[in-house]
């Protein structure tokens, strides 16, 4: 079945980064567009970024432009989002899901996704 575990979250301080992994197992990875969500309390979930299935292509919220680089590695089955110059506004439980078919070439939207992970909490705070 499929499984997307999500890694690397915790305390960073303003101005400073984390490197989020999602390890994806039960399907053929390198043939989906994968995506990161994110969602603060009491907000809805919301896009950040996501991949084409070759990792050639990438697209990202505007918020996170300029400082969230999304990649991924099709030897090991995972996708990162690696966040630099975090803002306290940052802090989420992000996730990452993956597309419903390999048909969608990018994920915009959280309809075009059918597996989500647990997610892992980023919390920025000084």
């Known amino acids: 079945q499929v499984q997307l575990v999500e890694s690397g979250g915790g305390l960073a301080q303003p101005g400073g980064s984390l490197r989020l992994s999602c390890a994806a197992s039960g399907f053929t990875f390198r043939t989906y567009s994968m995506a990161w969500f994110r969602q603060a309390p009491g907000k809805e979930r919301e896009y950040v970024a996501s991949i084409t299935p070759g990792g050639s292509n990438t697209r990202y919220a505007e918020f996170v432009k300029g400082r969230f680089t999304v990649s991924r590695d099709n030897t090991k089955n995972t996708v990162f989002l690696e966040m630099n110059n975090l803002k306290p506004e940052d802090t989420a439980l992000y996730y990452c899901?993956?597309?419903?078919?390999?048909?969608?070439?990018?994920?915009?939207?959280?309809?075009?996704?059918?597996?989500w992970g647990q997610g892992t909490q980023a919390t920025v705070s000084s």
């Open positions: 899901a993956k597309a419903t078919t390999s048909v969608v070439y990018l994920i915009v939207m959280a309809a075009q996704c059918d597996y």
